[in-house]
């Protein structure tokens, strides 16, 4: 891990939704708070496909700042330059602090791991992080492909989550009821490649109009070593691993015990006739108690599909 000092200086950046960290206290009873904690979920700028999440924790301490970014959907081998800017995606402002380059592997996800000297606090609002296109910061290069506002656990923006559009991955047409969802599974590394679209064990909720056709576009990563499926059971309480219900009519995948090869994929169209939180699990064995599954709520009087990290 990489020491910075905090530094001042820029360039541009940009939009995202939010991600819901706990606050950790030293353990014992009234014991004083010596970090805090805050996170950025990074959505996709400039009609590229990457995002991720960046994690800060500050030792109030020793005023050292530590931010763990990880992304996904970049080009293999790419670098990429990021940074914590003062401003809002859409009016970024400028740096605060310089973060160590972003390298991606073969299967196009990266992780950076940045301590930052001499911080005093993080900011409520105002701080965005951001991936640029790189190499280099300038020309094209310093063009955003990730950014993502900074929350601080426990603030309301936290609690209450982020609502987006979320593309490349939701997009909703309100003329036609109709939400077109992505679902990747195996996506990057998060869970040993048990997740869906980088996203494992509940960390991602996708929330739809009561009421609405729902056409999941389902995709099994060429760079998944197993099959994966998709399909849709209750949000909690027992189901059958071994012959599935989905609580919605063809609201599965094919043969969702055996699962669609890498690089496969089906469309999987049902109707969210009942309001209520569900589950999207893969059931090849072994798969959903590894850990990959993610909620879908569907959700009356709203007209809009949005997504939710936690």
Same mark, same amino acid.
């Given at each position: 891990?990489?020491?910075?000092?905090?530094?001042?200086?820029?360039?541009?950046?940009?939009?995202?939704?939010?991600?819901? =960290?706990?606050?950790?206290?030293?353990?014992?009873?009234?014991?004083?708070?010596?970090?805090?904690?805050?996170?950025?979920?990074?959505?996709?700028?400039?009609?590229?496909?990457?995002?991720?999440?960046?994690?800060?924790?500050?030792?109030?301490?020793?005023? *050292?700042?530590?931010?763990?970014? $990880?992304?996904?959907?970049?080009?293999?081998?790419?670098?990429?330059p990021e940074h914590i800017h003062a401003g809002t995606c859409k009016k970024p402002g400028r740096i605060l602090f310089g973060l160590n380059e972003l390298h991606a592997g073969k299967n196009g996800a990266g992780r950076s791991v940045t301590a930052i000297k001499g911080v005093k606090g993080i900011a409520?609002?105002?701080?965005?992080? %951001?991936?640029?296109?790189?190499?280099?910061?300038?020309?094209?290069?310093?063009?955003?492909?990730?950014?993502?506002?900074?929350?601080?656990?426990?603030? &309301?923006?936290?609690?209450?989550?982020?609502?987006?559009?979320?593309?490349?991955?939701?997009?909703?047409?309100?003329?036609?009821? $109709?939400?077109?969802? &992505?679902?990747?599974?195996?996506? %990057?590394?998060?869970?040993?490649?048990? %997740?869906?679209?980088?996203?494992?064990?509940?960390?991602?909720?996708?929330?739809?109009?009561?009421?609405?056709?729902?056409?999941?576009?389902?995709?099994?990563?060429?760079?998944?070593?197993?099959?994966?499926?998709? *399909?849709?059971?209750?949000?909690?309480?027992?189901?059958?691993?071994? &012959?599935?219900?989905?609580?919605?009519? %063809?609201?599965?995948?094919?043969?969702?015990?055996?699962?669609?090869?890498?690089?496969?994929?089906?469309?999987?169209?049902?109707?969210?006739?009942?309001?209520?939180?569900?589950?999207?699990?893969? =059931?090849?064995?072994?798969?959903?108690?590894?850990?990959?599954?993610?909620? =879908?709520?569907?959700?009356?009087?709203?007209?809009?599909?949005?997504?939710?990290?936690?």
């Amino acid at each position: 891990m990489t020491f910075m000092k905090a530094n001042r200086a820029r360039a541009p950046l940009c939009a995202g939704l939010s991600l819901t =960290l706990a606050l950790a206290l030293l353990g014992g009873a009234g014991a004083a708070t010596t970090t805090e904690h805050a996170s950025a979920t990074l959505s996709p700028e400039a009609g590229t496909r990457v995002h991720g999440r960046a994690l800060l924790t500050l030792d109030t301490r020793t005023h *050292v700042l530590r931010v763990v970014v $990880t992304a996904a959907g970049m080009v293999r081998g790419s670098s990429h330059p990021e940074h914590i800017h003062a401003g809002t995606c859409k009016k970024p402002g400028r740096i605060l602090f310089g973060l160590n380059e972003l390298h991606a592997g073969k299967n196009g996800a990266g992780r950076s791991v940045t301590a930052i000297k001499g911080v005093k606090g993080i900011a409520a609002r105002g701080w965005i992080v %951001n991936i640029h296109r790189g190499p280099a910061l300038k020309g094209a290069g310093a063009t955003p492909v990730a950014c993502g506002p900074v929350v601080v656990a426990g603030s &309301k923006a936290a609690r209450t989550g982020e609502r987006t559009q979320a593309s490349p991955w939701v997009r909703t047409d309100r003329a036609a009821r $109709t939400v077109d969802l &992505k679902v990747i599974a195996g996506y %990057n590394n998060a869970g040993a490649g048990f %997740n869906y679209d980088g996203y494992d064990k509940g960390a991602m909720t996708v929330t739809v109009p009561l009421g609405y056709k729902i056409v999941t576009h389902f995709e099994n990563s060429a760079n998944s070593e197993l099959p994966h499926s998709f *399909v849709l059971v209750p949000g909690k309480g027992s189901f059958s691993l071994v &012959k599935p219900s989905p609580v919605f009519k %063809n609201a599965s995948s094919p043969d969702p015990t055996v699962g669609t090869a890498p690089g496969g994929s089906a469309t999987v169209t049902f109707v969210a006739s009942k309001a209520g939180t569900y589950r999207f699990v893969c =059931l090849v064995p072994g798969h959903f108690e590894g850990g990959m599954w993610d909620y =879908l709520v569907v959700k009356p009087g709203i007209s809009q599909a949005f997504v939710t990290i936690h």
